[in-house]
């Protein structure tokens, strides 16, 4: 983990922390002056707090999109709730005495808030700041879902791949930047209160956390001032990383093209950033299977006999987002029903059909993705294809899956076929002898305008992408992502060997 990751978490944080400051104080007060106003702000900022923060910058990446500015927006609006309680009550509690002292010497309305009330209100309303500064720190991990970058994406691959170094080194992170941003605001908040709640040292408080933010600035500028080019976004699983650092190093190679990896984000989120006129995405990595059944909501069923699943999906994609696939890479990342070896031999599993008489006794266990309705590959069409009927069912997060599989909360799973894990933890990949799945055919997938919007500094660059086609098989992959989730091996590293093995850089 690098000092970029750490910049990069504080930039959401302060930022965040400091809008939430400036929307939320005024709310504090409006709901204070306001007796008619006060229900609907306090109700308002409490709704927020109750929303799940995923379904929140779900629904606000919908709205406005990937990246930064959606994760600053939504640990905004979770930020409101202590502010604007604490600095509503602060004022509330003021002694009545004083308020008619402030009248009796011929303050104005406003002049008894910022003079008076604001002053003594301040330690509560300091308080809340405290408590959402605190509080965004952890929000923010959730950033690596919608391209926001952060720690929150190194945690999710450490998590996934059972390395501690990387997870104690996140969370150690998080833990002291917690405690060093509570001990400067602490020491800010005694300074306050020494001065007997001054004005000035009132604006001074305040003037830290906008510094601190400024600090982090600079940091920020120099990651950004690098996105340019072709743009990607990484990946949540490893052969998405790995093939965006073979294609990024190969454009480089072949073309005057920069290409830009920006941060972390799921594959649905890719799509929704590739498409549209409002594009954050120029290219990602993308399986035919997944573009039918997933993005573009299509059945295996729906392929015109005598053409492929690869050139519908690809048609319907053009015509319909102006889209396109670039090849076949050759590995075959499709969906796989996978058992522990113990399991395997107990009951001599062979394809899907055998398990399929056993199911009852058994429990299955997969990614939250896989028991949605988003596409047809999922959890309730597969069980009713074969006839499952499984004991029990278990919904967990992606990077928690093999390590769950591994303690023997189920034995049952689906995989994908490329995943270097499979080995790690001995499962058994059954064959899917009725074909249920579809291919799952790796391509890069991507907007059609990029190539005349590149023209100049890459006039090659479909030629370029289709050097790789056919190039890495299965086996391949699975053994990158290996090296990678198991061995402990740089990602970039790994895709420059395999560039260098297989003669594809020129220069």
């Not at 600095?87 to 104005?108: D, F, K, N, Q």
């Not at 308080?127 to 929150?152: C, D, E, K, M, S």
């Not at 982090?216 to 996105?227: Q, W």
């Not at 053994?479 to 740089?490: A, E, R």
Request: charged fraction near 20%; hydrophobic fraction near 45%; proline fraction near 3%.
């Amino acid at each position: 983990m690098n000092w970029s990751v750490i910049v990069d978490h504080l930039f959401i944080v302060l930022t965040a922390s400091v809008l939430s400051v400036v929307i939320g104080i005024p709310l504090g007060i409006i709901a204070y002056l306001f007796p008619k106003s006060r229900s609907i702000i306090l109700h308002l900022v409490d709704i927020f707090q109750t929303i799940p923060a995923l379904a929140l910058l779900g629904m606000i990446m919908v709205l406005i999109g990937a990246g930064k500015t959606t994760v600053i927006i939504g640990i905004l609006l979770y930020s409101l709730l202590p502010i604007v309680r604490n600095t509503y009550l602060g004022l509330s509690e003021i002694e009545p005495g004083i308020r008619e002292a402030a009248r009796g010497v011929g303050m104005t309305r406003m002049e008894r808030i910022t003079k008076v009330e604001f002053p003594l209100a301040f330690p509560s309303i300091f308080t809340g700041i405290r408590l959402a500064l605190i509080n965004a720190i952890g929000t923010a991990v959730f950033a690596a879902y919608v391209g926001g970058g952060g720690i929150g994406g190194i945690m999710n691959q450490a998590i996934r791949t059972r390395n501690m170094t990387d997870l104690l080194q996140a969370t150690g992170a998080l833990m002291v930047m917690a405690v060093v941003l509570d001990l400067i605001m602490s020491f800010c908040e005694n300074r306050v209160r020494q001065s007997h709640n001054s004005t000035r040292r009132i604006l001074a408080s305040l003037a830290v956390l906008v510094g601190l933010c400024f600090v982090t600035i600079p940091g920020e500028m120099s990651v950004m001032g690098s996105s340019e080019g072709l743009v990607m976004y990484d990946g949540d699983y490893t052969e998405v990383r790995i093939m965006d650092r073979i294609a990024k190093e190969m454009i480089e190679d072949q073309t005057d093209l920069t290409v830009t990896i920006k941060d972390q984000m799921t594959q649905v989120n890719q799509y929704k950033s590739l498409i549209g006129d409002d594009h954050t995405c120029d290219m990602m990595l993308s399986y035919d299977g997944t573009l039918l059944t997933t993005f573009l909501h299509k059945d295996p069923t729906d392929v015109p006999e005598g053409e492929t699943l690869y050139h519908y999906a690809n048609r319907i994609a053009n015509k319909r987002n102006d889209i396109s696939l670039v090849g076949k890479l050759g590995f075959n990342n499709t969906y796989a029903i996978a058992v522990t070896q113990a399991v395997a031999d107990k009951y001599n599993l062979k394809t899907i059909s055998d398990l399929a008489a056993v199911s009852d006794q058994l429990t299955f266990g997969a990614e939250h993705d896989f028991f949605t309705e988003e596409g047809s590959m999922k959890y309730e069409p597969f069980c009713e294809f074969y006839g499952m009927h499984f004991k029990e069912a278990k919904s967990v997060d992606v990077s928690l899956k093999y390590d769950a599989i591994e303690d023997g909360e189920f034995e049952v799973t689906e995989v994908f076929a490329t995943d270097g894990l499979n080995l790690k933890a001995n499962l058994v990949i059954l064959e899917d002898d009725q074909h249920f799945f579809p291919e799952y055919n790796g391509s890069f997938l991507i907007r059609n305008d990029v190539y005349e919007r590149f023209k100049d500094e890459a006039p090659n660059l479909k030629s370029v992408l289709k050097q790789l086609d056919g190039q890495i098989s299965t086996e391949d992959m699975e053994q990158m992502t290996y090296q990678v989730d198991v061995k402990g091996k740089d990602v970039d590293e790994v895709a420059h060997q395999f560039l260098v093995d297989n003669d594809l850089l020129k220069n």
